[in-house]
């Protein structure tokens, strides 16, 4: 059985970095048929995509727009984990941020538990 | 980037009511459409992908239909525990993902 198991700090003060952890159990970052995702959720966005990591031969990355020039997203192999990374974050940022298994177009079908990041000095 | 429109933004019913949420594409995507349901302090579960296929423990009352442009999410026999917020996600052309603004379904 595939689990995801978030980690990271619930509170981040203005301008500075947003960093998460999901750690991956039951299958491999490294996997060929997947791809790992980050979201958020909001009252005022709803579910927003913020980027994703894959592997098929070479590693790729792919963020959305929104975010493009304060993410990063990186897996670690050795932890079979992959983290987020958002810079100079400011309120507009608080959110529930949540780790997603995509295997092709079937949906993101595994989630983890979520984590409450705010914003706030 | 394929901009997902849902409706109604919320709906109210009864347990035993049978609901139905729309989701619009702003381009074919054929059947790459998969829908979510959010309870607070919970993650996100996958209920239908591919428009119709019903994931794996998600019980039968919950229904997808639709291809192209326009689908919908059918729940019968509302149960309790079915009060919460659903969307739509399309995954035919990635970058980006995109999602619904959500279907918010509250107990009448």
């Known amino acids: 059985q595939v689990q995801l198991q978030q980690s990271g700090p619930g509170l981040v003060k203005p301008s500075q970095t947003l960093s998460l952890t999901c750690a991956i159990s039951?299958?491999?970052?490294?996997?060929?048929?997947?791809?790992w995702n980050w979201i958020r959720q909001s009252p005022s966005r709803g579910l927003e995509w913020l980027g994703r990591?894959?592997?098929?031969?070479?590693?790729?990355?792919d963020y959305a727009e929104s975010v493009k020039s304060r993410i990063t997203i990186n897996p670690d192999t050795s932890k079979n984990q992959f983290s987020l990374q958002l810079n100079s974050v400011t309120p507009e940022d608080t959110a529930v941020y949540y780790c997603?298994?995509?295997?092709?177009?079937?949906?993101?079908?595994?989630w983890g538990q979520g984590t409450t990041v705010t914003v706030s000095s | 980037d394929i901009q997902m429109t849902q409706s109604p933004s919320s709906l109210s019913a009864s347990v035993g009511d049978r609901v139905t949420i729309t989701c619009r594409a702003s381009q074919s995507i054929s059947t790459y459409l998969n829908w979510y349901q959010l309870k607070p302090g919970k993650a996100p579960k996958l209920l239908i992908y591919a428009a119709s296929s019903l994931q794996s423990g998600v019980p039968s009352r919950f229904s997808g239909s639709g291809s192209g442009t326009d689908f919908s999410l059918t729940i019968s026999n509302l149960q309790p525990e079915d009060f919460a917020t659903y969307y739509c996600q399309q995954s035919y052309s990635i970058p980006p993902v995109t999602f619904g603004q959500g279907t918010r379904l509250e107990i009448k």
């Open positions: 997603a298994r995509a295997v092709g177009p079937l949906g993101m079908d595994v």
């Open positions: 039951g299958d491999s970052v490294s996997s060929k048929t997947a791809a």
């Open positions: 990591t894959y592997y098929r031969s070479k590693w790729y990355k």
